[in-house]
């Protein structure tokens, strides 16, 4: 096989050393026959080896690593991979159907996503490289998991700098009829074909379960239905999971019409808005910022409130600016805790640390005149692992505030 030779800088192969999975284009002394999209073996300045990953020029992260071992990337090895990803869910407590099989780089699989979906396996394909294993991945996963229906959303805009254009569509299997109902406890409808992401933030599961444990807490001591305001909604996540156990007056808030749509289905599929106890789940569409300080002005309250606002900084040179606006929506959000509720807030932009957010949220904090206590760190649900070697994986960081 004539696998093409990246040769790395002398004094740049220590990240690769530690296992880091990049490889940035100042690292590179020189590419002997390596082909976008296909396997390279990398070499220290000695022409010792010293990784085996795969190529794209085109690509900011001009060499993704797939091993550090002198071993062929194979079919043995696409088995052994995709097997340790899946296997490693076996003990997981989803409570249900839905749950991330392959997280990329922290499943050592640079540029794959795999997402299941009750009897749909949905898989995203981030490189060049993965885009053109995608028969033999979708191959891989129907034997692996028994599941038969695979269906492509790689429509991120991270492959236009990989110099690829959107895939969507079937791979294997058939299509769902309508909506894929999945569970967590609660039941939603999920749009693989059109929603966000793969279809549903999955990463969020147990952050839901917490609001609802919390919010089970506090209907034990009261007989009133609980008030929860859930900010950037999607399709009622949050407000769903809240409802499950008890009575809860939801006001939800997104700016999209098709995510407020579903969430209005999955309100219903859950039994929510039975009047008899006191429950409701409002949908409002509007802006997020707006409709904050439209509540802070009304001087509403509610017992506890959820932010989970899209991605603001997509690289580290917009961290002042996303800085700044979650700033402005935790401040807000502070105004309408009622005394002894909970602020959940998150941010999933990796290029804000956790550190970072805290230190934000705790300036909006001091700005609204309030008292707060860490009552949890939050942060992605389990089978969303992030590898050790590669803090990059760590997008999603959030906190449970007690606020006084
Ligand atoms: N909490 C949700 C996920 C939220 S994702 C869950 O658990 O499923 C972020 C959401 O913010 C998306 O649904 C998007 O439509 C919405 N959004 C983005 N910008 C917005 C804005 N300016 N105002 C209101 N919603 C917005």
Redesign the pocket.
């Known amino acids: 096989m004539t696998e093409g030779v990246v040769r790395i800088k002398r004094g740049r192969e220590k990240p690769i050393r530690k296992r880091h999975p990049w490889v940035f284009s100042g690292a590179i002394a020189h590419a002997e026959n390596a082909a976008d999209g296909d396997l390279v073996t990398l070499v220290d300045h000695k022409n010792r080896f010293l990784a085996r990953g795969y190529w794209n020029s085109k690509s900011q992260i001009q060499a993704r690593i797939l091993s550090w071992r002198d071993e062929p990337i194979d079919a043995g090895w696409w088995r052994k991979m995709l097997a340790r990803a899946i296997d490693s869910r076996a003990g997981l407590d989803a409570g249900g159907d839905a749950y991330r099989l392959v997280n990329a780089e922290n499943d050592f699989i640079p540029g794959l996503i795999v997402d299941r979906y009750g009897d749909w396996l949905v898989l995203q394909a981030l490189t060049r490289y993965i885009d053109g294993q995608k028969e033999r991945i979708a191959d891989l996963l129907r034997e692996l998991t028994g599941i038969e229906n695979v269906y492509e959303r790689s429509d991120v805009e991270a492959r236009a700098k990989e110099g690829l254009g959107p895939a969507v569509g079937l791979l294997r299997g058939r299509m769902p009829a309508d909506l894929v109902e999945i569970s967590e406890g609660a039941r939603f409808q999920v749009d693989i074909a059109r929603g966000?992401k793969t279809g549903f933030?999955l990463d969020?599961r147990e952050n839901?379960r917490a609001l609802a444990d919390l919010v089970g807490d506090r209907l034990e001591s009261t007989a009133e239905p609980v008030s929860l305001l859930n900010i950037?909604?999607?399709?009622g996540?949050?407000a769903v999971a809240a409802g499950h156990f008890g009575s809860v007056r939801a006001v939800n808030?997104?700016?999209?019409y098709a995510?407020l749509e579903l969430a209005e289905a999955n309100f219903a599929r859950n039994g929510y808005d039975a009047e008899a106890h006191g429950e409701s789940a409002e949908l409002i569409q509007a802006?997020?910022?707006d409709y904050l300080r439209h509540c802070v002005d009304e001087a509403m309250t509610f017992d506890f409130v959820v932010l989970?606002?899209?991605k603001f900084a997509r690289h580290k040179g917009q961290t002042q600016r996303a800085a700044r606006g979650y700033k402005d929506l935790n401040l807000s959000a502070f105004k309408l805790v009622e005394e002894g509720g909970y602020l959940m807030t998150f941010s999933c932009s990796g290029a804000i640390s956790r550190e970072l957010f805290q230190k934000i949220v705790f300036s909006a904090l001091a700005d609204a005149g309030r008292e707060a206590q860490i009552a949890r760190q939050l942060s992605a649900a389990a089978d969303h692992p992030v590898a050790l070697t590669f803090p990059e994986g760590e997008y999603l960081k959030g906190l449970m505030l007690r606020v006084y």
């Open positions: 966000h933030y969020q839901r950037f909604c999607y399709t996540g949050f808030v997104d700016s999209s995510a802006d997020a910022f989970d606002p899209p």
